[in-house]
């Protein structure tokens, strides 16, 4: 039986932005050898509303994108800390994130499997009435193919009405992006089999 590892969140407490939070991540990687680390850095600052807000609130633009960037950053230390020791890394953003352009991620391209997918063919759906799938292009990168291979080919052939996410002119069903930041349980599933595949 693998054991499972503390989880590395805000909701859990845990500040990527904290210098002595970042070290603890570091160390906890090192020591503990997870054989999968599973992340999904945020990606406020490099995809959605970044290039509107970027020109109408420049100052919150800016704050964001340094943000994203400086935990971007430390997702990509852990990622080469899991390569570098034949160990494992599963990361997930936006299709197009300009997170995957760093120069910090840019360096795994050649090692890395790279699936791009619709999560409303894992199950993402609204929340409330009318429920409808949220359509929501994916990309994940990871250091083992049998990490994602189970998200291949999930693109959607538009044959049912999508839910959009943020905000539009009224004339659309509407979802709320954080809404959205919980992967489904079904693609919870398909990532679980994945490490499963791996362990």
């Known amino acids: 039986n693998a054991a499972s590892g503390i989880n590395f969140d805000l909701t859990c407490g845990f500040n990527g932005r904290n ?22 850095p945020p990606c406020t ?23 994203s960037t400086a935990l971007a950053e430390l997702t990509a230390a852990v990622a080469a800390e899991q390569m570098q020791n034949g160990r494992h890394f599963l990361v997930e953003n936006p299709q197009g994130s300009a997170l995957f352009q760093l120069p910090c991620w840019q360096k795994f391209v050649p090692h890395v499997t790279r699936v791009c997918f619709h999560q409303c063919q894992t199950g993402l759906r609204m929340k409330s009435p009318p429920f409808w799938p949220v359509k929501k ?9 049998a990490l994602v291979k189970r998200v291949v080919n999930r693109i959607c052939q538009n044959k049912h009405q999508h839910a959009h996410i943020g905000s539009t002119d009224g004339s659309v069903v509407t979802v709320k992006s954080k809404e959205t930041q919980v992967w489904p349980e079904q693609l919870c599933g398909l990532i679980a089999a994945g490490v499963q595949e791996v362990l």
């Open 19 to 40: 210098p002595l939070h970042a070290k603890f991540l570091l160390q906890y990687v090192k020591e503990a050898k997870p054989v999968v680390v599973i992340a999904a």
């Open 45 to 67: 600052g490099f995809k959605g509303w970044a290039s509107l807000n970027r020109i109408n609130s420049p100052d919150t633009f800016a704050t964001t994108l340094e943000n």
């Open 137 to 145: 292009p994916t990309e994940f990168w990871a250091s083992h193919p």
